[in-house]
T-cell receptor, first 115, second 115 residues
């Protein structure tokens, strides 16, 4: 199989703090990982694409200084929401693509609530 | 630019009756199309994908979809609904422009299955 995990599965934080979310490909190497955001009862919106060892590519309208992405290894990407505010509360989902394969495998998501 | 439109936000069927979830796509070239399912508190799961091979694609759990270029449609069907099919379904098109293989999600269709 191709399993992707996310940690934590849910997090509650105070406004102004930073939160880090991890995305791991457990049984395969992922050259490329993707971060999505899903508001309640809405679709997934791609935030950024990260390639191992290089800077992430952000979608239009996504603040790269607010959503820091690091893809330091072939099995781990992290998303840090800096100075979080209540409007950042959302469901964050990552996916990982196997090297030499176009299929994306999705993590279970992380629910972030900013008070 | 690639896009998908899911024509129904909610579909409700009785257990044992057919399921039809509608999707139309817009693409400037031959697209890759997918259907994903999202159960509550679980990761997205790929049901099936079309990548320019056979136009009738069979997926997991008895689902299938037919690619119709003349109608720019990729509707998802299942002959007989099970209670366990109740979930959110996303029609997805792959955008290969810009050097990255990005997934563009439709708005989603929530399927309810009644006894």
């Amino acid at each position: 199989g191709a399993v992707v995990s996310q940690h934590p599965s849910w997090v509650i934080c105070k406004s102004g703090t930073s939160v880090k979310i991890e995305c791991r490909s457990l049984d395969f190497q992922a050259t490329t990982m993707f971060w999505y955001r899903q508001f309640p009862k809405q679709s997934l919106m791609l935030m950024a694409t990260s390639n191992e060892g290089s800077k992430a590519t952000y979608e239009q309208g996504v603040e790269k200084d607010k959503f820091l992405i690091n893809h330091a290894s072939l099995t781990l990407s992290t998303l840090t929401v800096t100075s979080a505010h209540p409007e950042d509360s959302s469901f964050y989902i990552c996916s990982a693509r196997k090297t030499n394969n176009n299929e994306q495998f999705f993590g279970p998501g992380t629910r972030l609530t900013v008070l | 630019a690639q896009s998908v439109t899911q024509l129904d936000s909610h579909v409700s069927v009785s257990e044992g009756t057919p399921v039809l979830l509608r999707c139309n796509y817009s693409s400037s070239y031959s697209p890759s199309l997918f259907w994903y399912v999202q159960h509550p508190n679980k990761g997205l799961q790929l049901l099936l994908k079309y990548t320019s091979a056979a136009t009738l694609v069979k997926g997991i759990n008895g689902f299938e979809a037919e690619f119709k270029k003349s109608e720019t449609s990729f509707h998802l069907t299942k002959p007989s609904a099970h209670m366990s099919d109740a979930a959110e379904y996303f029609c997805v098109v792959s955008d290969q422009s810009g050097g990255y293989n990005k997934l563009i999600f439709g708005a989603g269709t929530r399927l309810a299955v009644h006894p």
